[in-house]
């Protein structure tokens, strides 16, 4: 079954980069080059699906495609990758590329290409040209595979599962700290990672949009705001819930109700061909009915996968617009100085028709 298994899935996982390759170098003939070499981590795993992408280059050219890696991962790249392999070091591995190059016009991600890093391309490919690029496959990851769903399906059931767990943790006299390390532990336990640092702000640091767990302890009475995610197999996943202990004031209340009110006007909205920017809309225009547009002092979301933040971005000044197969998040949020903040974050997916919610873990009635 075991082996059987394997194979089958590695076929399947083949010809996912196979179609991605397909749709990248159609991009790359719409941008004018012959040729694309990949730096970014992300970008590296999305097209061969090696674990180490921070270790490992990827030349795409019309007729075919390498990744370039070293002998500490030769085991695993080749168990791993859906792409080719060439094990070697730098200045080996340019020496390799550029018999491929030699006249070619080649791009380059300038998002993710050090200054050293493009003088090294000058220095072994002397008769390429090269082009700076930006956002290319970035771009084509928008759009998920199935099996990029299931996999953050799964990392945000996870998510999901441990929330609940830890939920009845959050009392008064605990500290911020314990709450994330009890989160942490629990993600790590069962394989995964936490997808960023765990976010757990109580009272008023309920205000810091970021704020990483403290030493503050819990009080009675105060609002909990906590962000977190799972890293399972690669792709992450992003939930806010912001939690109640004991009984919060009436402003606070006040403020929770409506921050949910936006969230839930901007999750309705969902569905392919709206402009990200219009959903951004959304939410802002219910906070500012509640004379809170000034606290939402963040945008509204953001695409989820092999980062925590990628395309589409769902801000005010986006160009972008949904279509299905895309994993966002909605996440408003209300922030008072000195008083406390809420923000309430779900994962979605947009479908052919619509939507599917992701995150399950309950919103409680504060
Ligand atoms: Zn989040
Ligand atoms: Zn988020």
């Known amino acids: 079954m075991g082996r059987q298994h394997e194979q089958a899935a590695g076929e399947v ?8 390759l397909q749709q990248l170098r159609d991009a790359m003939r719409g941008a004018g080059v012959d040729a694309l070499w990949v730096s970014h981590p992300a970008n590296v795993r999305a097209l061969t699906g090696f674990s180490s992408p921070e270790d490992g280059r990827v030349l795409v050219t019309p007729d075919a495609a390498t990744l370039y890696t070293d002998a500490r991962y030769t085991v695993q790249a080749r168990e791993e990758s859906g792409l080719p392999q060439f094990i070697a070091r730098p200045p080996e591995t340019f020496k390799h590329a550029a018999a491929l190059l030699k ?3 080649v791009g380059f991600e300038s998002d993710s290409l050090t200054v050293a890093g493009l003088d090294d391309l000058k220095e072994h490919w002397p008769d390429a040209k090269l082009v700076p690029l930006r956002g290319m ?5 928008q759009i998920k595979t199935a099996q990029e769903i299931a996999a ?33 532990t629990r993600l790590r336990r069962a394989g995964a990672g ?3 640092g765990v976010i757990v702000a109580s009272g008023p640091r309920g ?9 503050r302890v819990i009080g009675d009475g105060e609002l909990v705001t906590v962000d977190m995610g799972a890293r399972l197999s690669g792709y992450n996943s992003d939930m806010t819930r912001t939690v109640a202990v004991g009984t919060p004031s009436d402003e606070m209340r006040r403020v929770y109700h ?12 969902v569905k392919p061909g709206v402009r990200a920017a219009d959903l951004d809309r959304i939410a802002r225009d219910v906070l500012t009915g509640h004379g809170l547009g000034e606290a939402f002092a963040h945008s509204l979301g953001h695409g989820v996968g092999l980062e925590v933040h990628e395309g589409p971005g769902l801000r005010g000044t986006s160009e972008d617009v949904l279509a299905a197969g895309m994993v966002i998040t909605i996440e408003p949020g209300a922030y008072l100085p000195d008083v406390g903040g809420v923000r309430i974050e779900d994962l979605l997916l947009v479908t052919t028709d619509g939507y599917q919610v992701l995150s399950h873990a309950p919103k409680e009635p504060v």
């Open 194 to 196: 936490s997808a960023f």
């Open 207 to 215: 205000a810091m949009p970021h704020g990483l767990a403290s030493e």
């Open 13 to 20: 996982l083949a010809s996912q980069f196979m179609s991605q």
């Open 103 to 105: 006249g070619q016009t």
């Open 137 to 141: 496959i970035q771009g084509l990851r």
């Open 258 to 269: 409506a921050v949910l009110e936006a969230e839930e006007a901007a999750i309705r909205a």
């Open 152 to 184: 953050i399906r799964a990392a945000q059931n996870l998510a999901d599962q441990v929330f609940n767990e830890v939920r009845p943790m959050i009392i008064a006299e605990v500290r911020e700290l314990d709450i994330a390390l009890e989160i942490e």
